[in-house]
């Protein structure tokens, strides 16, 4: 089966590659070109941005039944196809292809969610001071939109993006990462095979800064929705800063877990190498940091070690293979950099530490023990398979380790205290906190960070809440 046709989405039809320049699509696991992509001009963005506009009132004013309707069937043909694109985004991304498969049908519950939030933008009636004025609190969708979504959850970031948006009633223009450009059209095919109306959502793909400045820029986009780097998400804010307009940004995460004396050890190691090494570590919401209380710190770091060298690398095609490529060629060096500064500090090698032989981006899932806390792994993220152990003494040492860092993400804890879940859940700094798993995420939930972490939330019912804006009808 040969790689999906990779195009652009502008105004309804599909553009090819024909006379625009085109960027290779490498397989991480063989180094192969699998794809070229066309990159979009700069009429082609303005195009793009036009359809969002002109699309937006007819969007706006169709009824949230109707646009309920078309998320609903999108999210059922994802379902149907979920093994053809599954495959598309192993051979684009490395992720196992289970891992891939599951993420479409992730992406299709997400489309459902918002389906059903779209239905329930309610507004209010507010009593007035004096007689005879009746006061209405309209929700009204906020505008088109420019989204710019990552590699390593190729289809359901982009199903949290576009499914909020389309739900309240906005317009989009869309542009996924460059290295996963199949699983992101596979999205778009979806919605629009259900359905949506030309223009509502345009995909463009090419050069990130480009895009970006001319999307934001634009006068006809009103707001801008981002997951990525801390670094590009300070660029993206500034930009969106110059037209004063909204903006959601899920930036990067380095997320602590706390493990204490009183945990179950057992089942705390053995979550944590499904929740660090899924993904081969490439999740912004990744376990990395581990706290582990003194009297835990020997038995935990041995059982971790034992359950992470049960993983098994390979191709992600490979039914067998449980720990896929890294994504693109600058992440192997990435990881020996960390590694190396990490061993020159004093850490030690539990398991891993080195790249793959032969062909493809791999490198072995890694514990680094006794690591220092101003090495470069511990204050910058890793993205990949690379995990950390420090022992802490108290609560109040494990929390000031966890809190040292300008991220504010995701977070864990693992105790059977009341008490102790209670003091971390008070104290940590984080958006989200898992206490005793590692399961945060799902459609019906808020994702979202604080401080360096980002700002606004995705998922839940505060997940369509950026995409409006609250309309006052003072009425005599």
């Known amino acids: 089966m040969g790689h999906p046709e990779l195009s652009l989405l502008i105004a309804g039809r599909w553009r090819s590659g024909e006379g625009r320049d085109v960027l290779p699509v490498v397989d991480p696991a063989t180094e192969e ?29 169709t009824p949230a039944y109707d646009r309920y309707g078309v998320l609903r069937r999108a999210a059922d043909l994802l379902r149907e196809r979920a093994g053809e694109i599954g495959r598309a985004t192993t051979v684009e991304q490395g992720k196992p292809v289970a891992e891939a498969v599951g993420e479409v049908h992730g992406a299709a519950d997400i489309l459902d969610w918002f389906a059903e939030e779209g239905r329930r933008v309610y507004g209010r009636i507010v009593p007035s001071r004096r007689a005879g004025i009746r006061n209405l609190v309209l929700r009204q969708p906020v505008g088109p939109v420019a989204g710019f979504t990552p590699w390593n959850f190729p289809i359901t970031i982009p199903a949290r ?20 450009p199949a699983t992101g059209l596979a999205l778009a095919r979806a919605l629009v095979d259900a359905g949506l109306p030309p223009g509502v959502l ?9 895009i970006s400045t001319r999307l934001i820029r ?34 990067g995460g380095h997320a602590p877990v706390l493990v204490f004396d ?33 009297g835990v710190y020997p038995e935990f770091t041995r059982l971790f070690a034992e359950r992470i060298e049960q993983l098994r690398p390979g191709n992600g095609l490979d039914p067998a293979t449980t720990l896929g490529p890294l994504a693109h060629d600058r992440r192997p060096p990435a990881m020996a950099a960390m590694v190396e500064d990490a061993v020159d500090r004093g850490a030690r090698v539990v398991t891993g530490g080195r790249s793959g032989d032969g062909r493809g981006y791999f490198w072995s899932p890694t514990l680094l023990a006794d690591v220092d806390p101003h090495a470069r792994a511990m204050v910058e993220e890793p993205f990949g398979p690379v995990a950390l152990a420090v022992p802490f003494a108290d609560l109040e040492d494990a929390l000031r380790g966890a809190n040292a860092l300008p991220y504010g993400l995701a977070s864990y804890a693992f105790t059977s205290s009341k008490s102790t879940a209670y003091a971390v859940s008070e104290a940590i700094e984080a958006g989200m906190l898992g206490i005793n798993h590692f399961m945060l995420t799902g459609p019906e939930t808020p994702f979202g960070g604080v401080k360096e972490s980002g700002y606004g939330s995705e998922g839940g019912s ?12 003072s009425e005599a």
């Open 262 to 294: 009183d945990a179950d050890v057992e089942a705390a190691a053995r979550m944590a190498v499904g929740a660090k090494f899924r993904n081969a570590g490439q999740i912004c919401i990744a376990p990395t940091r581990f706290f582990v209380q003194e």
């Open 161 to 180: 993006k576009v499914g909020a948006a389309l739900a309240a009633g906005c317009t989009m223009v869309l542009k996924p990462a460059e290295e996963t």
């Open 462 to 473: 505060e997940g369509i809440e950026d995409y409006l804006f609250s309309k006052l009808v």
């Open 202 to 210: 345009n995909v463009v793909f090419g050069d990130p800064a480009t």
């Open 33 to 61: 070109v699998v794809g070229e992509l066309p990159v979009a001009s700069t009429a082609d963005l303005d195009e793009a941005l036009e359809a969002a506009a002109t699309a937006f009132p007819v969007w706006r004013d």
């Open 218 to 251: 634009s006068p006809l986009i009103r707001k801008v929705t981002f997951t990525g780097s801390t670094a590009v998400g300070r660029q993206i804010a500034h930009l969106a800063a110059e037209g004063v307009k909204r903006a959601t940004l899920e930036l």
